[in-house]
T-cell receptor
Framework: EAGVTQFPSHSVIEKGQTVTLRCDPI?????LYWYRRVMGKEIKFLLH????????ESGMPNNRFLAERTGGTYSTLKVQPAELEDSGVYFC?????????????FGPGTRLTVL | AQSVTQPDIHITVSEGASLELRCNYS??????LFWYVQSPGQGLQLLLK??????LVQGIKGFEAEFKRSQSSFNLRKPSVHWSDAAEYFC???????????FGQGTTLQVKP
């Protein structure tokens, strides 16, 4: 069974440009989470989808970030326009069922560098 | 506010030595508690988790963790470290009943031959 995949693995863009990150969760997992780790800081929660609905987007930094999960399968996270402070590693995770105790399976992350 | 602290940013141990990584949390009630590991180039992998019951939980790769309510701690241990254990370790409570994990700063483990 394939794990959580993320694309691209690395992205280098200039300030002001737009970048879209993609996450493919494990098939059948209703929960999809986005996290981010800025250099030197802890991993922080961005948002949580249950199927196609945003359950919790309290961690989204600002309105330059837009997450979607059309059809309840893969998800995209768009940053527009990107700023220097958006650099970091973006992780996606998925889990099955509704229990908060269910294991989250993480993807390898997308390393975003904004110059 | 909910928070978690991993006091040790870097730890170096010799191969075969024992290991303990510390984790302290601050929550209103006992959260679900997780330890994840990230090896270079890999995603985070779950080592073990605690919900209730026996306060000593066993995980993969020979790791265990002990929940101590009185100390608000959930320290990770391994009796004998292997070179392949070199990685970054994260303690992550979940206290919102939504699955939202709050991560500690991470502890990077280096293993000396």
């Amino acid at each position: 069974e394939a794990g959580v995949t993320q694309f691209p693995s690395h992205s280098v863009i200039e300030k002001g440009q737009t970048v879209t990150l993609r996450c493919d969760p494990i098939s059948g997992h209703d929960n999809l989470y986005w996290y981010r780790r800025v250099m030197g800081k802890e991993i922080k929660f961005l948002l949580h989808f249950v199927k196609e609905s945003k359950q919790d987007e309290s961690g989204m930094p600002n309105n330059r970030f837009l997450a979607e999960r059309t059809g309840g399968t893969y998800s995209t996270l768009k940053v527009q326009p990107a700023e220097l402070e958006d650099s970091g590693v973006y992780f996606c995770a998925s889990s099955q069922g509704l229990l908060p105790s269910n294991e989250q399976f993480f993807g390898p992350g997308t390393r975003l560098t904004v110059l | 506010a909910q928070s978690v602290t991993q006091p040790d940013i870097h730890i170096t141990v010799s191969e075969g030595a024992s290991l303990e990584l510390r984790c302290n949390y601050s929550y209103g009630a006992t959260p679900y508690l997780f330890w994840y590991v990230q090896s270079p180039g890999q995603g985070l992998q779950l080592l073990l988790k605690y919900f209730s019951g026996d306060t000593l939980v066993q995980g993969i790769k020979g790791f265990e963790a002990e929940f101590k309510r009185s100390q608000s701690s959930f320290n990770l241990r391994k009796p004998s470290v292997h070179w392949s254990d070199a990685a970054e370790y994260f303690c992550a409570p979940e206290g919102s009943n939504t699955g939202k994990l709050i991560f500690g700063q991470g502890t990077t483990l280096q293993v000396k031959p």
